[in-house]
């Protein structure tokens, strides 16, 4: 039996990005598998691992759609390390700058 099938949440896939100007990550979800919609999650601030905020989340639904909420996932585990390293990288250079 798979995980997914135990907790009978529903998954949603994110997408890493990040707001440079609160200088934190933020999960999206592109359209969520209960309601539909967008939805952005934090992810931490910039020298935390983001992906340590996936998992179970509290839904971002409209009332009555978000039940006992979702399950996180990376769309794109290779994308999202390599998204981190570059940004992690930029911000370095900011600071030293
Ligand atoms: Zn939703």
Redesign the pocket.
């Known amino acids: 039996m798979m995980a997914c099938e135990v907790t009978r949440l529903s998954l949603n896939c994110a997408r890493l990005e990040y707001n440079s100007s609160a200088g934190c990550w933020s999960w999206v979800v592109p359209c ?1 598998s ?2 539909g ?1 967008q ?1 952005v999650h934090g992810g931490g601030s910039v020298e935390s691992d983001a992906r340590r905020w996936l998992g179970h989340r509290v ?3 409209p009332t009555g ?2 039940g006992s909420g979702y399950l996180l996932a990376d769309v794109n585990p290779r994308r999202t390390l390599k998204f981190i390293r570059q940004i992690r990288g930029c911000s370095r250079r900011e600071l030293a700058a």
Do not use: P, S
């Open positions: 969520c209960l309601c919609r939805h839904a971002h639904c759609l978000g």
